[in-house]
């Protein structure tokens, strides 16, 4: 079993100690229990300074009056999103004394007698937008006035696991896991059930026809709010023996190899983020859930149902999807299917009978020659993945296959295209066509006025990161909580690109301040995100 990562002693109350970050290897399993197995640790001394329970407290007190602040004004934003930064933290910067430290004192009303009208006309938008900016900055740098360098802190702490977490991103991603395969699932599924229960989770598996699901659960310091859902999966696309010649290697700032963007290094993650948070004595504000399924990369036949079980009362749902290359959220989805078209022909001697057999090899093609033109539709996009058929080259093909990947912008558009699939008919006599639908995420559009994109923008801005959100391409279990109007986020995996390609990769850099977000995100009350939410 890989190593695991679990909190050091400064959560045992040792706030004079060094920052002390544990990775915790396991020796071999009794085969029973591999959540269970003695443990060999060994610890790597960093070089912050321990941050203790009471300060925590504090930092997370902080922080939420920051956002809240922040959130509360948000308001009056622009429609439109400023241009997108790479995340990144900023040197640190000394911070003020409290002796020193003074609040941002109010702005003096202007003497109507002496008060000049400005030579350009400044609209009431622009106001409003001038005082929800000031006000959030005012709140920002008195509780940082008042409460120095404990954002930092945080960050600060998150790069101290960054190591650890990296280490164990590489460990997860060298555990095969290839959708269908149920062994090496099942494998991974306790690997990352033993991690996650090292952050105080209880876990449970949940069989599944081609590997074991896993749900995860943390108890929140306030037991009576809607639960926190996080989704995420462990199969990935590539299929066992991809290691023998690409290996997961570091090198240039990168992590690469297959599976670790998507998604081992999210799940690295954010066993990281609750982890750290553990060892600082913390608990998540809410109560948090977490569904890994084992057959998100074929759609999620079998894990939606389970998806879609713990939909029920949550407040808002997270991805661990990796996000865009820059680093910005995926704020919305499009749908997708996949569609399975069987032909059945007739097989006869390609030589001596020809004319007594019916080539499905042959109608599968004028089939897809066809199906290709719907493509062309507004809010469609096809891509024939996989085809089969035929057994011998003298031999008239007696049955053929093909997988189509489909994406649709709108859920007419995904309607639409699914019942001209439904109505295909044999072009030639003999011929029969099947069209099976194999799994299906519909569209999650995006939403305007996003409260929980808001949120996610002041806590990063408290931790020194500049993060924005937008719509994404791929589809992913977010679809179904997005597409009935929950308030739903995700790309809080690790940043990188390269998705089910040969460059797939995560950038070494931004490991530490996506612990650092999630950790936060799971610590801090989040603002009222519809009418039905509490806290």
Do not use: Y
């Amino acid at each position: 079993m890989s190593p695991q990562i679990v909190g050091s002693p400064t959560a045992q109350g040792a706030a004079t100690e060094p920052d002390r970050t544990q990775v915790s290897v396991p020796a071999a399993a009794d085969g029973e229990a591999l959540a269970g197995a003695a443990a060999t640790t060994v610890t790597t001394v960093a070089t912050a300074a321990a941050v203790t329970r009471t300060a925590t407290g504090a930092a997370i007190t902080a922080i939420t009056a920051i956002t809240a602040a922040t959130t509360a004004t948000a308001t009056t934003e622009p429609a439109a999103s400023p241009p997108m930064v790479p995340l990144a933290v900023p040197p640190s910067v000394p911070a003020a004394s409290p002796a020193t430290a003074t609040a941002v004192p109010p702005v003096a009303p202007a003497n109507p007698a002496t008060a000049t009208t400005p030579a350009t006309p400044v609209t009431a938008a622009a106001t409003a937008a001038g005082t929800a900016a000031t006000a959030a900055a005012t709140a920002k740098t008195t509780v940082t006035a008042a409460l120095p360098g404990l954002p930092q802190a945080l960050s600060a702490r998150a790069r101290t696991l960054a190591g650890a977490v990296r280490r164990r991103c590489a460990d997860l991603a060298r555990i095969e896991s290839p959708s269908g395969d149920a062994p090496r699932l099942d494998a991974l599924a306790e690997e990352l059930a033993a991690g996650f229960r090292a952050t105080g989770a209880t876990a449970r598996r949940e069989p599944g026809p081609a590997g074991d699901h896993l749900v995860l659960e943390w108890e929140g310091r306030d037991e009576t709010l809607p639960h926190l859902l996080i989704v995420g999966h462990h199969d990935t696309v590539w299929p066992v023996g991809t290691l023998a010649d690409w290996p997961v290697t570091e090198q240039d700032g990168r992590l690469t190899g297959p599976g670790v963007v998507d998604m081992k290094g999210g799940l690295a993650i954010l066993e990281g983020a609750l982890a750290l948070l553990a060892d600082l004595g913390e608990r998540p504000h809410r109560a948090v859930r977490l569904v890994v399924v084992s057959d998100e990369e074929v759609g999620s036949p079998d894990g939606r149902r389970l998806v879609e079980r713990q939909l029920r009362g949550a407040a808002a749902v997270l991805g661990l999807e990796p996000p865009h290359p820059d680093g910005r959220l995926k704020t919305a989805r499009r749908g997708s299917t996949r569609v399975r078209l069987t032909v059945t022909g007739r097989e006869a001697h390609a030589g001596n009978d020809a004319h007594d057999g019916v080539s499905a090899v042959d109608e599968l093609v004028d089939q897809l020659v066809a199906v290709r033109d719907l493509a062309g539709q507004p809010g469609t996009e096809l891509n024939a993945g996989r085809i089969s058929g035929g057994s011998r080259a003298n031999v008239i093909a007696g049955r053929a296959e093909a997988e189509l990947g489909l994406r649709f912008s709108t859920a007419e558009a995904q309607r639409r295209t699914l019942d001209h699939l439904a109505r295909l008919t044999a072009l030639r006599p003999g011929a029969r066509v099947r069209t099976e639908v194999l799994s299906s995420r519909p569209a999650w559009p995006e939403r305007t006025g996003n409260p929980l994109l808001r949120h996610v923008r002041s806590l990063a801005a408290v931790l020194g990161q500049q993060l924005d959100g937008a719509p994404a391409g791929g589809a992913g279990d977010t679809n179904l909580p997005g597409s009935r109007g929950l308030p739903t986020l995700d790309g809080f995996g690790a940043v990188g690109a390269g998705a089910h390609a040969r460059h797939e990769h995560i950038r070494l850099d931004q490991i530490g301040p996506r612990i650092a977000l999630l950790a936060a995100l799971l610590a801090v009350p989040l603002p009222r995100l519809r009418d039905r939410a509490e806290g």
